[in-house]
């Protein structure tokens, strides 16, 4: 059983992935008292399959629906990077964003898509997302020298993140109890209008979650939960 952090981290490749993969979860945190803070990578201005949408108008609807999201689930503070949809790159600038983060908010925990999947690789915004959170939580927010002007300049410290918990993972090893927040995960993607009633998808969209909820709970004996790979790491 994971020990309930007191401050968590979020690293979100678009927006509604963190409410997809870890969101009954971030809601349970913070009703338990965690402090949980978000960092939304992309603008999520792709995501569209609307031809008379335009990136720019997209990117607005979708960063109002992400904060409207974090709201439900009692996110504390969203930090908005507004890279383009599709063009994370593994790069210094990247990587010293989300340094920056984690060493601003000092988290115990921090959450991220599993980089490393054999079977359905997935989109590379999350591969990239998930591989440059691990790399900045070691060793890059550990050590002085790396990105020294966050300290220089800002006063930002070294900070060491104790665990990290990867969702869409193909390797799962904690399973979180969310019985009792999956309506509020149900209703934060909700909020993702523009991606979750989309013209053309059929079905209720609640009812899938929960649904898919409930299969992952089987594995832990849970009415409904979220699986995650859960690192450890050195202090």
């Known amino acids: 059983m994971a020990e309930r952090p007191n401050r968590a981290l979020v ?9 997809v993969g870890c969101g009954g979860t971030v809601a349970k945190w913070t009703k338990e008292g965690t402090e949980v803070f978000f960092v939304l990578c992309t603008n999520g201005d792709k995501g569209t399959s609307d031809p008379e949408m335009t990136s720019e108008k ?12 974090a709201t439900v689930l009692g996110v504390k503070e969203v930090v908005l990077l507004r890279h383009p949809d599709g063009e994370l790159e593994d790069n ?16 115990d925990a921090v959450m991220c898509p599993d980089p490393l999947r054999r079977f359905l690789p997935g989109h590379r915004d999350h591969r990239i997302c998930g591989q440059v959170a691990l790399d900045a939580v070691f ?13 220089q300049k ?15 993972t193909e390797e799962p090893d904690t399973f ?3 019985t009792d927040t999956i309506e509020a995960k149900v209703e934060s993607l909700r909020k993702h209008a523009s991606q979750m009633l989309a013209p053309g998808r059929t079905g ?7 649904a898919n909820a409930q299969r992952i709970g089987l594995r832990a004996n849970y009415k409904y939960a979220e699986a995650f790979r859960r690192i450890q790491m050195r202090r």
């Open 58 to 69: 997209l990117a607005v609807i979708r960063e109002k629906e992400q904060l409207d999201a």
């Open 154 to 168: 800002e006063s930002l410290e070294p900070h060491k993140v104790g665990e990290v918990y990867l969702w869409g």
């Open 204 to 210: 209720n969209f609640g009812d899938f979650v929960r």
């Open 176 to 178: 979180i109890d969310i």
């Open 139 to 151: 060793p890059y927010a550990r050590d002085y020298l790396h990105f020294a002007e966050h300290f």
């Open 92 to 107: 210094r600038e990247f990587r010293g964003e989300v340094v920056r983060a984690i060493r601003r908010f000092k988290p």
């Open 11 to 19: 690293v979100i490749p678009h927006p509604d992935d963190a409410e």
